[in-house]
């Protein structure tokens, strides 16, 4: 009787005891690992992850108190200023109009409020009222400009909301390690007119509040 030539190769896969383990797992399709051996180089990489995981957030978090990665759109947006929480219209609910009295407890909740204005998007920035008639704002050395101009004009407008009456606006620029330093100021040149807010040799004009975009078809 002749054997089967094909047969006989079957049989020499199955029986053989000494294949090595990956063999016969991909003979079988199946995918095993060596026993007594955990984790691999996934594993391996799941553990560098973890661990550079606090690096990464102790970074973002260096760079948001830098000011230097800051959401698009904080500071960048100043023409939508008037409409940051909390606004005028909300602080009115809050405390009556007029004159400031000696001794009037409007001062505190009218700095408190807007230096938390500014904070909560992110911006280094105080307000400080000192009465009758002086405002000064202390801005980070890493807020633009514009951004600056935009803070004292609205500062301004609504403290002459509340209040009833003009204000002169000393805008500083603070630092970690040096004293803080004037850079601008606004002055109206009479009760009703417009205010000038001049950076050194820059004069900036009143920012008036821009109309909406058309909203397209």
Not at 165 to 170: A, E, H, I, L, T
Not at 196 to 209: I, V
């Amino acid at each position: 009787m002749v054997c089967c030539p094909a047969a006989q190769q079957v049989s020499a896969v199955d029986d053989a005891p000494d294949a090595p383990l990956d063999n016969q797992a991909n003979a079988r399709g199946l995918n095993e690992t060596v026993p007594g051996v955990s984790g691999g180089a996934s594993d391996f990489e799941d553990g560098g992850k973890l661990r550079a995981l606090p690096i990464l957030i102790g970074v973002i978090g260096a760079l948001l108190i830098a000011g230097l990665a800051r959401p698009h759109g904080l500071d960048t947006g100043p023409r939508n200023m008037a409409s940051w929480d909390p606004t005028v219209h909300e602080i009115l609910q809050t405390m009556p109009v007029g004159h400031i009295a000696e001794g009037d407890e409007r001062v505190e909740r009218f700095n408190r409020l807007l230096t938390t204005r500014y904070r909560q998007r992110l911006l280094a920035v105080r307000v400080i009222l000192h009465p009758p008639d002086r405002i000064e704002i202390r801005c980070g050395a890493n807020i633009n400009r514009r951004v600056m101009a935009r803070i004292a004009v609205q500062t301004e407008s609504d403290a002459h909301t509340l209040f009833s009456r003009p204000f002169d606006v000393d805008v500083y620029e603070t630092y970690v390690a040096a004293p803080k330093r004037k850079i601008a100021e606004l002055r109206r040149n009479g009760p009703a007119s417009r205010p000038t807010l001049t950076f050194g040799d820059e004069r900036w004009s009143e920012y008036s509040p821009m109309p909406s975009a058309p909203e397209s078809d």
